[in-house]
Structures are given as C-alpha cells and as structure tokens.
C-alpha cells in the first residue's frame, strides 16, 4: 500500500527565516511526487512535482524539494519565507497505475512578523 | 484558460436532506476526482471520473454517488445527510488516463449539515 506522511501538524515559523516541511511515503513501486498549498477558503495549488531525472525540483513562490530515494523523503524547502507563505501545505503521491492521489494530512505553516 | 468550477460554494442542509454539488473542469481535462477535507480526516477520496465511467472509489458508503456528462462536468450527491458530513468538498481536474497525476482543483464547495 502506498502511503504519505507529513511528519509535523504545524510549523511557526518567523518572516524572512528558513523553514523545511518534511514528508516522508511508503511505496514498493517508483511514484510521482507533489506538494501542493492551500490558502485560507481556497482549493489546492501545485507548488512543485517530481516525476524523475533531477532530484531537485523547483517550484513557484522560491519552494523547492529534494527527493530521497533512500530515505523515502521529500522534503519541502524554502530560504527566507514570507508573511504571505501563511497556509497548509500537502504532500501528495501518485503510483503510475493508480487513478488517485494519496494526501499526507497537511502541515500548517504560520509565519510570523 | 478557465479553472476549474465548483457550484455552490457553500450551502448549508439538515440531516436527512440531500445534496448535490457541480464540478466544470478545465477545458480539455476528461478525468474528474472528487476530494472531501475535514480538519479530522484531511482529504479523502470519494470518486474519479473518466469519460463519464466510475474508474476508482474510495472507501465511502454507497450514500455518496457521483456522474460525469458527456462534456466532462461531474456532480456529486450526498443521500441522508449525516453531520459528519460537513465538509470540504473539493473537485479536481486532469488531462487523461495515464497522466503523470498533477490535479487541478477548484475552490470546493463548503458543506455544512445542520
């Protein structure tokens, strides 16, 4: 069974400091990986995907991630955030056979002046 | 390009009554997932639509139906409403079978049971 888990419920963080939100999944096959962000009252929005080749992917608004094979990780990143990173962020998966993405349970992140 | 579209986006009910909720995909997308996020259960999914076929379900009793039209456009319904069912319903929108997974979602539509 393919899983996803996001290892913190919330991150307080404060503005224009560095902030890593950690995800790590379960799979016996090769697996696309997300992170996706909501905004208050909003749908979900990808942030950034890793599909294969480069182990480092960049995604909008200065997030990146790094997908550890070995570790079974993806972990999100960002050098200085902003009050405006404010939301919930998603770790998500997808098996090349499944016709469902599987969500972590989310990380709130709350930046602060 | 227009997003995808979800009706109502909130809407409030009793027990016992029924609901059904509209999702327009992005132009061109055939495949149409349905999400419910409660702050105790985070997102789950209900269904996925592909060419007006049921491809994948999720583990919810059979009060939870969906559809998709010929255009693409999905609904989906809720039969005795329970309180529980206050929610987030989300719907999201991809380009075909055998894509590599990225969802485009909608706003969703809030959901609360009285």
């Known amino acids: 069974a393919q899983s996803v888990t996001q290892l913190d419920s919330q991150v307080p963080v404060f503005e224009e400091a560095p902030v890593e939100l950690r995800c790590n999944y379960s799979s016996s096959v090769s697996v696309y990986l997300f992170w996706y962000v909501q905004y208050p009252n909003q749908g979900l929005q990808l942030l950034l995907k890793y599909l294969s080749g480069s182990t480092l992917v960049k995604g909008i608004n200065g997030f990146e991630a790094e997908f550890n094979k070995s570790q079974t990780s993806f972990h999100l990143r960002k050098p200085s955030v902003h009050i405006s990173d404010t939301a919930e962020y998603f770790c998500a998966l997808h098996g090349p056979n499944n016709n469902d993405m599987r969500f972590g349970a989310g990380t709130r992140l709350t930046v602060k002046p | 390009k227009a997003g995808v579209t979800q009706t109502p986006r909130y809407l409030i009910k009793t027990r016992g009554q029924q609901v059904t909720l509209s999702c327009s995909p992005i132009s061109g997308h055939r495949s149409v997932s349905w999400y419910q996020q409660t702050p105790g259960q985070g997102l789950q999914f209900l269904f996925e639509?592909?060419?007006?076929?049921?491809?994948n379900k999720g583990n919810f009793p059979g009060r939870f139906s969906g559809r998709q039209f010929s255009n693409s456009r999905s609904e989906m319904n809720v039969s005795t409403l329970e309180l529980g069912d206050s929610a987030l319903y989300l719907c999201?929108?991809?380009?075909?079978?055998?894509?590599?997974?990225?969802?485009?979602f909608g706003e969703g539509s809030r959901l609360t049971v009285l």
């Open positions: 999201a929108s991809t380009r075909d079978r055998g894509n590599t997974g990225e969802l485009f």
């Open positions: 639509y592909f060419s007006e076929t049921q491809r």
